[in-house]
C-alpha cells in the first residue's frame, strides 16, 4: 500500500511505501544512484542494516548509541562533520534507520547540511512505524527540555517494512501502540474497538490505519497551526513525565500515562482497560509543581497558556486552552 502525503497550499508532497520486504527492493522507491549517509543506532540489528546498505554503491554509516539521550547537540555536530569530511554535497542524500531518536536527528541534520539535502526513513519500531516518521517534525532535546530545538523536514519517501518488527522488544511495541491508541481515541471509535476486542494484533492493519489518520492530520495542518495539535494528546504531561523519568520510562509509555488525565471520567475505565491490555503504564509518581515547570518552557505552551487535547466521547476530541497553572486539576 502507498499513502500519498499531500499538501497542495504547501507544495508538500512524499510517499509511504506500507509493503512487506520493501526494504530489500530500495531501488524502487529512493534515488540511491548519489553519495548516500545511512544514520542508525546501535540498537538495531546489524543484518537490517546490511541489508540496506549493499544495495547503496556509495554508502557511509554513522551509528549512534541507542536511547533517548542520543538526540543531542554532541551528535549533530559529530554526524555533520563527518559529512563535511567525506565530501557529502547538496545532491546527496541521508537514509534514517531506527527508531524515532534516528528518525528526528536526521531529519534535524539533513535540514541543516548545506541548507537541506533529500532525506529518506526507514522507521524500524511501531511507534516510528506509526506516527514519527511522517508528517517531517525533527528535533533534538536541549537542557533536558524534550524536542525544543529542530525544524519540519519533510522526508522524500518513507519505506515501512512491518518484518522489521520482528526483532523489537515487547516493551517497544506496546509503546508504539500507545500511539496509535492515541489515534484511535480522538479519531476513530472502530480502530479504538478493534484494538479493545482483537485477540492477535494485525501489525500492517493497524500501521496503514494509523498512518492514514494521521496523514489526513498533516495534511491539513502541516505546520501545526491548529488541528495538528491534536496529535499532541496525552503528550503535554506526557512529554515532562518523560524529562522527569530520564529515560526509565519510554516516549509511548509517558504518553499512555498522560493520556489518562485528559479523558472525561466516563470513558476513564475504557481507556485504562485498553492501556493494561497492552501492557502499557497508567500512572506514575507526579511532582505536580515539576510538571508545571517544564510544561511553561515545552513548546506547546504560549505565555502562562497551554492547549490541551481532551476526550470525552471515544473518536473526538476538543481543544482546550487553560492557564498552565490549572494543570493542577488534571492531575488530581
Ligand atoms: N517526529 C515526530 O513526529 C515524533 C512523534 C513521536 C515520537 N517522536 C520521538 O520518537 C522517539 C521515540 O522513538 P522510538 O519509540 O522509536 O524509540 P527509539 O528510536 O529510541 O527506539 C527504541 C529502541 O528500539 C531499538 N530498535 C529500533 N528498531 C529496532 C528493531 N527493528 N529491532 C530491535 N530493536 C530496534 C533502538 O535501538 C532503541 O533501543 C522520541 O524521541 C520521541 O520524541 C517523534
Do not use: W
Not at 4 to 30: A, C, G, H, M, Q
Not at 62 to 77: P, V
Amino acid at each position: 500500500m502507498v499513502i500519498d502525503v499531500k499538501s497542495k497550499t504547501n507544495d508538500i508532497e512524499y510517499p509511504i511505501i506500507i509493503e512487506r520486504d520493501s526494504i530489500k527492493k530500495l531501488n524502487n522507491y529512493f534515488n540511491i544512484d548519489r553519495k548516500v549517509l545511512i544514520i542508525t543506532d546501535d540498537g538495531i540489528p546489524r543484518n537490517l542494516v546490511h541489508t540496506i546498505s549493499k544495495q547503496i554503491s556509495d554508502v557511509y554509516i554513522f551509528t549512534i548509541e541507542q536511547g533517548e539521550a542520543s538526540k543531542n547537540f554532541t551528535n549533530y555536530e559529530n554526524i555533520l562533520e563527518f559529512m563535511v569530511e567525506k565530501k557529502f554535497t547538496r545532491t546527496d542524500c541521508i537514509i534514517a534507520v531506527g527508531g524515532g531518536v534516528v528518525g528526528d536527528l536526521s531529519g534535524f541534520i539533513a535540514n541543516s547540511y548545506m541548507r537541506g539535502i533529500d532525506f529518506y526513513n526507514i522507521p524500524t519500531t511501531l511507534l516510528s512505524e506509526v506516527d514519527s516518521s511522517i508528517g517531517g517534525k525533527c528535533a533534538i532535546d536541549f537542557l533536558n527540555i524534550k524536542n525544543n530545538i529542530g525544524c519540519f523536514k519533510f522526508p522524500k519517501a518513507v519505506l515501512i517494512d512491518s518484518n522489521t518488527l520482528e526483532t523489537l522488544d515487547a516493551r517497544q511495541f506496546n509503546a508504539g501502540l500507545a500511539e496509535v491508541i492515541k489515534m484511535a481515541a480522538t479519531f476513530s471509535k472502530d480502530l479504538f474497538n478493534y484494538l479493545k476486542s482483537t485477540k492477535k494484533v494485525d501489525i500492517d492493519y493497524v500501521i496503514s490505519e494509523a498512518l492514514k489518520l494521521k496523514a489526513d492530520v498533516v495534511e491539513k495542518d502541516p505546520f501545526e497551526k491548529d488541528l495538528r495539535k491534536v496529535l499532541n494528546f496525552g503528550h503535554t504531561i506526557g512529554h515532562a513525565i518523560e524529562s522527569l523519568n530520564e529515560g526509565a520510562l519510554l516516549h509511548g509509555e509517558c504518553v499512555a500515562i498522560g493520556m489518562t488525565y485528559m479523558v472525561d471520567s466516563s470513558i476513564k475505565d475504557e481507556l485504562l482497560q485498553v492501556l493494561e491490555k497492552y501492557n502499557l503504564p497508567t500512572s506514575c509518581e507526579v511532582d505536580t509543581q515539576k510538571v508545571i515547570d517544564l510544561i511553561k518552557v515545552d513548546k506547546k505552551a504560549s505565555s502562562d497558556n497551554v492547549t490541551i487535547v481532551y476526550v470525552s466521547k471515544i473518536g473526538s476530541f476538543e481543544f482546550r486552552k487553560i492557564k498552565i497553572d490549572s494543570i493542577k486539576d488534571y492531575l488530581k
